[in-house]
């Protein structure tokens, strides 16, 4: 008994001995936590349970030039329902009743939401989707719906919002507006007036301490946000709304017209530099339809063709090499440089013509024998006065991606003779649609050539924060005696030359056609296609735009590829809207001054208005814009079909005006 009770006893000290030890491991332990190991586990304990969350800045607003918005951010939201949530009592006394509410907003059977729904709760689906993309008003209401009202812990009802870019005015100039997106590799890729002045419109996002409490949820832990979120300035475009939809249909018309591949159009203010209105194109293969994809304008580099031969006008009379009234034998239409052949578009030529006819007419025998005749034994003096003008540069847009513009220099290794004959004529030269419309507008501007601006004023509220003044990238192409004779032979272009079929009496015009070829060096041929082009400015004695137009591939079976014809009528339409509508008038004299004519018209259209004021009137010929003003003032609402001035109403003049009646207004 004595050695049972003796094994017992040295049990009962191991297990004491070992409980000792383990609770000096414990102590030791606890120790090691609180003192060496303290700081770590504080922090761990804090970064789970306290977090900084982001506050998103509003991102600012683009405006045009008019005020009218461009580019905005709007609230838009998602609702999912938590199918378990809801009490068994709630959901099956309003399931019914919000599915027949879902059914009034979203546009499906009300049957089918009821499915959906109770399919949810049986399969404990915490997070069906029950719709996205979805106003401040559709979400409002939605909110308000039986079931849902009882919020998120009886109701199920989970919201989620995110804030999107919108642009009020559509597709249009949607390329250089811009915006943000994530690219196929993941990358975010930011274009346009969006990605160029980010660091403006993005603003700073603010910072919110919030720790973590019951049933996962995060509540701020003060009152007051860590960092405050800084809204984004908003951006002044110099894009003109009303400019801005002319060129856009003006383009896509005579694009679908000719079923070209693609196309461009850039009117500029011909003093500042201002662009009015920039519109890119190009043909989706799959529906045929046209969109803004690539900034043509900016990006695309090509051979311009014709429209180069103002760079060789530019440089004989700039250099006194030749007057415009030298002449030149066109020779049947082709001359052979090296065994390669330079012909004219008119067949057999034009037999012996001045130079100046020569440019009129567009005759590349013409223009190349003056180029190569004069500098042939120097052609680093013609490509210098290339590089003079700055045409050798890009212009330093703020947008990623500026095409660069192509100018051989004899130093180059793969200069060649026949370099300087085809350079002559727009080829083995390449420049960018927004490059070659720079060097006209300095023509049009006296010489001065001004740096393309997409951007006026960066503004809070009322407050300037940045301008953006005309930037001038050279002060003068050449002497006013060569600006002179210029504006004179682009204005004969269009009187006589080849855009003689663009000549109107109405108002003036001066410009030039360009039709080259591409890719004729690739497949044998078998890929080229032609390039229209026409670039100008208007009015032509005191230029206030200059505009040009580019289409790419437009249909050969036509018969109608040159510059006239297909990217002409463009420019025409774009200038004899802008100058018809919106005259300039350089002075106004003696404006207070009464005519005895003009106060007895007044007083009698005032007598008869007094008494017609319950009557349509006839607004034939008035602007768009006019005629929707005087007839909504009446109480009669309007509907308007294209843009431009009143060519056809619904509702003849003379009718009785019955309140809310609609008229429909033809525009031109």
């Known amino acids: 008994m004595a050695v049972e009770d003796k094994y017992i006893s040295y049990r009962i000290y191991l297990v004491a001995f070992a409980i000792l030890l383990m609770a000096i491991a414990i102590a030791v332990k606890l120790t090691n936590i609180q003192w060496v190991e303290g700081d770590y586990y504080r922090k761990l304990a804090k970064e789970r349970t306290v977090k900084n969350f982001v506050i998103p800045a509003n991102k600012g607003n683009i405006y045009s030039a008019d005020g009218s918005l461009l580019a905005t951010s709007i609230p838009n939201y998602e609702i999912r329902f938590d199918a378990v949530a809801p009490k068994a009592e709630a959901f099956e006394k309003n399931v019914k009743s919000l599915s027949d509410s879902l059914a009034s907003v979203l546009g499906k059977p009300s049957n089918f939401f009821e499915n959906e ?63 943000d997106r994530i690219d196929e590799s993941g990358q975010l890729k930011r274009v346009g007036i969006e990605g160029a002045f980010g660091k403006y419109l993005n603003g700073k996002d603010g910072k919110i301490l919030k720790q973590k409490i019951a049933k996962g949820q995060w509540k701020p832990i003060r009152d007051v946000n860590e960092v405050d979120p800084q809204d984004g300035y908003d951006v002044i475009s110099t894009i003109d709304v009303y400019i801005q939809d002319i060129a856009h249909h003006a383009l896509l018309k005579q694009l679908e017209e000719y079923g070209a591949e693609h196309g461009c159009v850039v009117v500029m203010e011909t003093k500042t530099g201002q662009v009015k209105a920039i519109s890119n194109l190009g043909r989706d293969e799959k529906s045929g339809n046209y969109y803004e994809t690539i900034n043509y304008a900016v990006a695309e580099s090509h051979e311009p063709g014709s429209t180069f031969k103002l760079v060789d006008m530019i440089a004989l009379l700039d250099d006194n090499k030749v007057d415009t009234s030298k002449v030149y034998d066109s020779r049947g239409g082709v001359i052979t440089y090296r065994g390669d052949k330079v012909r004219d578009s008119h067949e057999g030529g034009y037999g012996k013509i001045s130079l100046g006819k020569g440019f009129e007419v567009s005759s590349n025998t013409i223009l190349v024998q003056a180029v190569v005749e004069n500098y042939k034994n120097n052609p680093q003096q013609f490509i210098d006065r290339i590089n003079k003008m700055g ?20 130093s180059d290794k793969n200069w060649n003779p026949n370099i300087l004959p085809w350079m002559a004529f727009g080829y083995s030269v390449a420049m960018t649609p927004l490059q070659t419309l720079t060097l006209y507008n300095a023509v049009a501007n006296n010489g001065e050539m001004v740096k393309p601006q997409f951007v006026s004023e960066i503004k809070e509220w009322n407050k300037t924060i940045k301008k953006y003044d005309k930037q001038i990238i050279n002060p003068k192409i050449c002497s006013d005696a060569t600006i002179k004779k210029l504006k004179a032979l682009l204005s004969n272009v269009v009187k006589r030359g080849t855009g003689a079929k663009l000549y109107s009496k109405d108002f003036s015009m001066a410009g030039k056609t360009g039709t080259a070829q591409a890719n004729y060096g690739k497949n044998g041929g078998n890929d080229k296609h032609y390039i229209s082009s026409f670039v ?26 040159y510059g006239a014809d297909v990217a002409g009528p463009v420019f025409k339409r774009i200038a004899q809207k802008i100058f ?89």
């Not at 009015?539 to 109608?560: F, G, L, Q, R």
């Open 117 to 179: 729904l109770r399919k949810a709760r049986a399969n404990k689906n915490r997070y069906y989707l029950v719709a996205r993309k979805l106003s401040y008003t559709q979400y409002s209401k939605i909110k308000s719906f039986p079931l849902f009202n009882l919020g998120a812990y009886k109701g199920g009802i989970i919201i989620e919002q995110e804030t999107v870019r919108e642009h009020p005015i559509g597709k249009i100039a949607e390329r250089t507006i811009g915006y």
């Open 391 to 410: 045409l050798n540069k890009p212009l330093g847009l703020p947008f990623q991606g500026e095409g660069k513009p192509i100018v051989h220099q004899t």
């Open 536 to 561: 100008g400015f208007f009015p032509a004695e005191h230029p206030k735009y200059s505009c040009i137009v580019v289409v790419h591939a437009p249909n050969t079976s036509m018969n109608n590829y």
């Open 580 to 668: 018809t509508d919106a005259p300039s008038t350089n002075e106004i004299k003696n404006l207070n001054r009464k005519i005895a004519k003009q106060e007895n018209n007044y007083d009698s259209y005032f007598v008869k208005s007094e008494k017609k004021l319950q009557l349509i009137p006839n607004v034939k010929g008035m602007s768009g814009m006019d005629a929707v003003s005087l007839l909504e003032n009446l109480g009669v609402k309007v509907r308007a079909i294209g843009v431009g001035k009143v060519k056809k109403q619904s509702l003849a003049a003379g009718q009785n005006i019955v309140k809310n009646t609609t008229i429909l207004l033809e525009l031109s």
